[in-house]
């Protein structure tokens, strides 16, 4: 149930990491339910620019983007999440494995059409894996706040509605009600990782 971080040669793991990508990969299903709600996109009107696919990529689903703040943004996938700081760098979160890879460039050369796109990104080494701490832990704070405000606005119900179709049978389904509680459980984990990573470091 923990998400501490272990340096095996030099690339992190995470304990629990099943349960964690479990609770990331809903999270992306439920992005996908809120661009398609019928009332109108949500994510749109909470801010996001959406960038068609071009010709070359006809079929990709369009790209997702946000910027935070000047120096901060983050991008939404089906295959995962961008999340970018120009303090450090930008990381790319994987929908299935929950170990962040690094890139130091705050600017992508190419737009993550699909998951061969981000070949350059590579499990982070050294001081590396504390930006990448860093940037895991600011991701789900603003994964908690999305959260938070939809819940608030939309109601735990419209959550509830948009896991129906997630509920398989075959899937671990988290209840709307446990979602927000759940990601913060991995965001205290993973701070207390951080600072066991820095000691290590000094």
């Known amino acids: ?42 994510l749109i009107q909470q801010g996001f620019d959406g960038i068609n696919a071009p010709a070359e990529k006809a079929g990709c689903k369009n790209i997702y983007t946000l910027s935070l703040s000047k ?62 701490s860093s940037m895991l832990i600011q991701l ?7 959260e938070k405000e939809l819940q608030d606005k939309l109601g735990t119900g419209y959550r509830a509605s948009t896991l129906r179709e997630w509920d398989n049978g075959e899937r671990v389904v988290i209840a709307a009600k446990d979602i927000i509680g759940e990601w913060l459980r991995i965001r205290d984990e993973l701070k207390k990782s951080s600072v066991q990573l820095s000691i290590d470091f000094i």
Not at 86 to 114: A, M, S, V
Not at 140 to 146: H, M, N, S
Request: aromatic fraction near 16%.
């Open 1 to 42: 149930m923990t998400s501490t971080i272990e340096i095996v040669n030099d690339t992190p793991k995470r304990e629990g990491g099943t349960e964690n990508v479990d609770l990331f990969s809903q999270q992306i299903w439920c992005w996908g339910r809120d661009i398609l709600r019928e009332e109108g996109n949500w």
């Open 71 to 132: 120096s901060q943004s983050v991008i939404l996938r089906g295959f995962g999440v961008l999340f970018t700081d120009h303090n450090y760098g930008t990381i790319f979160l994987p929908r299935y494995d929950f170990r962040p890879k690094y890139n130091r460039n705050t600017e992508l050369e190419i737009l993550p059409w699909e998951f061969g796109d981000l070949s350059e990104f590579k499990f982070p080494a050294d001081l590396e894996i504390d930006y990448c």
């Open 140 to 146: 789900i704070d603003w994964i908690i706040e999305y």
